[in-house]
């Protein structure tokens, strides 16, 4: 890290409005720990400019690869991602120096008419770009008595939403986390429970993203690390990587901390693969005691694929076709 304080700090993100907002909070804390000035520079993916339909182009670093190779050219000091698209092989000569407090990790359906989805009338057409947001509602559909229609859709949230304020669809589906950071959390009209749907592995935190060489800015950048969401990403994301699949695969994972009164003594892991209709789940979940470390994360994620694997997640992962 160049040792000079009045020399700006370079940032690579996104161009959406969401990457943009995410990215600005980031940028106001590293100002804080490091009293150096940080500008935005902002970077265009393949993900951002293709309108394919993400489990059709692979899904897996399509918002990711541009920023990276703009930290490997020297052109930005440090990047920031959704975590859920980052691959889960990390680059040797990249690293993750924070991974900051998560936001909300639950789904949230914005509907027509204020409705929750078990008020969603049989037949409701809902939009998600997401295979494994279409497996989950199509068993909680299933589980209610009724049929939907998943749609998939691509966009930013105002193209989303809008097809149901179009009346084109009667909701969308969207991360809870995304629609609070761009201060919009009051047009969902519920927030999908976790005991229902599951996140995807790593939704609603961030990635702090800088080269494996630069120690001084990886140290800076540490001060925004949370041990705990990083604990709960790295469990998910272990499971995902032993499961061989992808950010584009029907995977759902949350894992989150249980106390003992005010002591947090536990960490619960739970993972879902469905086949898109629904038809199918294989879900599981594993307790363990806190991870201290990232190899004992990492443990607890794959110990959970294993099981899920014994009872067949595999078969189901390979029927994902749209």
Do not use: W
């Amino acid at each position: 890290m160049n040792p000079r304080l009045d020399q700006p700090l370079r940032l690579g993100t996104r161009r959406s409005k969401l990457a943009m907002s995410q990215s600005g909070h980031v940028a106001d804390a590293v100002r804080a720990v490091t009293g150096r000035p940080v500008e935005l520079v902002e970077i265009t993916t393949y993900g951002d400019v293709s309108r394919e339909n993400l489990a059709q182009i692979g899904g897996t670093g399509v918002f990711v690869t541009a920023l990276r190779d703009a930290l490997l050219r020297g052109e930005v000091d440090f990047a920031v991602h959704s975590l859920k698209d980052l691959p889960t092989g990390q680059p040797e000569d990249l690293v993750v120096a924070a991974m900051p407090q998560r936001e909300d990790a639950r789904d949230a359906l914005v509907a027509r008419d204020g409705l929750t989805f078990e008020q969603l009338p049989d037949g409701a057409r809902i939009g998600t770009g997401s295979p494994r947001r279409m497996a989950q509602l199509n068993h909680l559909a299933l589980s209610l008595g009724k049929r939907i229609e998943t749609v998939a859709i691509r966009g930013n949230v105002d193209t989303r939403i809008g097809y149901v304020r179009d009346g084109e669809l009667d909701a969308v589906v969207l991360a809870a986390a995304g629609l609070n950071r761009i201060g919009r959390g009051d047009e969902a009209t519920e927030l999908l429970p976790v005991d229902s749907v599951l996140p995807a592995p790593g939704q609603g935190a961030l990635a702090v993203e800088c080269l494996a060489s630069d120690t001084d800015l990886i140290a800076a950048l540490g001060e925004l690390d949370d041990p705990y969401t990083r604990a709960a990403v790295t469990a998910e994301r272990s499971l995902l990587a032993a499961l061989e699949a992808g950010c584009s695969a029907p995977v759902g994972a949350f894992a989150d901390l249980l106390a003992d009164g005010q002591i947090v003594n536990e960490m619960r892991l739970r993972g879902v693969v469905g086949t898109l209709d629904g038809s199918t789940l294989v879900q599981l979940s594993t307790t363990g005691p806190v991870p201290q470390s990232y190899d004992e994360a990492m443990a607890l994620g794959r110990e959970l694929a294993d099981e899920m694997l014994a009872k067949g997640a595999a078969g189901l992962m390979g029927e994902r076709s749209l």
